[in-house]
């Protein structure tokens, strides 16, 4: 049976990139809601589906590490794989500096030829052209808040996803929270992706393609498997697409004005605002697209002050729009990315590291509370002294009588 890879010394398999933490932290990147296809497999390492081929990656200080299996192979391969190894090993005389177990070996089997189209596919998943140590010194520069934050929430990036999967994936958000959207997204790739691999029991499937999604009885196979309501909106926007626009219609999106790419997406079914920003900010390369849910018009309102719609019950419009605006104008162009720091610094399976952020007391604060006890102070001295005067009147008069 094929097992999910651990960086091990004895594996030849993997291959890495340099990429500091800073710029990168799996973690955050992976487990922020910005994808539902990753899962920590082992201790800092996670598996998932990407453009077609099932990757594991994990990452040290500076370096980034990855690991594709390819495909399934069989026990003969599998052993033939093995010896190889073994004999590759004791040519170059190191079986006695690294000792293989087995088990270990056998992690390396599925692996395919070295391919430096991987790299590249994996650069541009992370968008690592992006600096963004840069911008997060920007975003310190005019943000106290945002500063704040970054010292522990560093290197959360922004994917750059398949739009289809991205815009799929989001239209089952819906309403929902992480968990229950991974497992919405497993149940729909089961049910109508391609079988990529099977490690330790788990089946790998990739993302369905859009003519999958076209047919009338995918609706009612969805509401079977707990999609509920997304289920028509899945089958219809698929069907729209493909009759009306064509498969490479959302691709081409990422050459159109953001403004004008959010308004075609929220032609489809199941797409308003926020799941049209989503899928403009992480698959589309519209960085200014700002996805606004009630989760951060509490963080506008809370860490920022913001006013506008505060007496309403609901997100509307109109605040959607002028909370937008408002992060728009203070982080810049980038401001997506920016949102998407705070968005993960404010998740509740990240709280303990939040709990590392020292407090920062605000100076206006401070310096009230010191003005206020300092009153408080001057108010007890006169007190005193009113006291220790009405005391004495007594002894005063009695002298004189």
């Given amino acids: 049976m094929s097992q999910h890879a651990l960086l091990l010394a004895g594996c030849k398999a993997w291959r890495s990139l340099s990429c500091p933490r800073s710029e990168l932290r799996l973690d955050l990147t992976l487990g922020c809601g910005q994808t539902f296809r990753w899962r920590e497999t082992a201790d800092g390492h996670w598996t998932g589906v990407m453009q077609g081929k099932v990757w594991t990656l994990t990452q040290t200080e500076d370096t980034l590490w990855y690991y594709v299996y390819s495909h399934q192979i069989n026990t003969g391969t599998e052993n033939r794989m093995k010896q190889k190894v073994e004999n590759e090993d004791q040519l170059l005389g190191n079986m006695s500096k690294r000792k293989i177990k087995q088990e270990e070996v056998g992690l390396c089997i599925v692996m395919s030829e ?67 959207i991974q497992g919405m997204v497993d149940r729909l790739c089961q049910t109508l992706g391609t079988l990529l691999c099977k490690l330790d029991d788990v089946a790998y499937h990739d993302f369905p393609p859009l003519q999958a999604l076209t047919d009338p009885s995918v609706e009612m196979c969805l509401r079977d498997l707990g999609f509920g309501y997304r289920a028509r909106f899945l089958q219809q926007s698929s069907q729209i697409i493909v009759n009306s626009h064509g498969p490479d219609w959302l691709q081409s999106l990422r050459s159109a004005p953001y403004r004008q790419a959010r308004n075609a997406l929220r032609t489809l079914p199941g797409v308003g605002l926020k799941v049209a920003d989503c899928v403009c900010l992480m698959s589309l390369d519209k960085f200014e697209a700002l996805p606004v849910d009630t989760h951060v018009w509490q963080i506008a309102k809370r860490d920022y002050s913001f006013a506008a719609g505060s007496s309403q019950k609901t997100l509307t419009d109109r605040v959607y729009k002028e909370i937008g605006d408002f992060f728009r104008k203070l982080w810049g162009p980038y401001a997506g990315w920016a949102h998407s720091v705070l968005f993960c610094a404010d998740l509740k399976r990240f709280q303990k590291l939040k709990e590392e952020i020292p407090v920062v007391k605000d100076e206006k604060t401070e310096l009230k509370k010191k003005m206020k006890e300092r009153r408080h102070d001057t108010y007890e001295e006169k007190q005193s002294k009113k006291g220790k005067k009405y005391q004495r009147k007594p002894l005063a008069r009695r002298q004189k009588q």
């Fill in 114 to 180: 070295p391919d430096n189209k991987e790299e590249e596919l994996l650069r541009d998943y992370f968008q690592l052209g992006v600096k963004l140590g840069d911008l997060y010194r920007d975003w310190s520069t005019v943000d106290p808040h945002f500063k704040h934050t970054a010292n522990i929430f560093t290197g959360v990036r922004l994917l750059r996803q398949d739009p289809v999967e991205c815009l799929f994936s989001f239209i089952c958000s819906s309403n929902n929270h992480i968990s229950r």
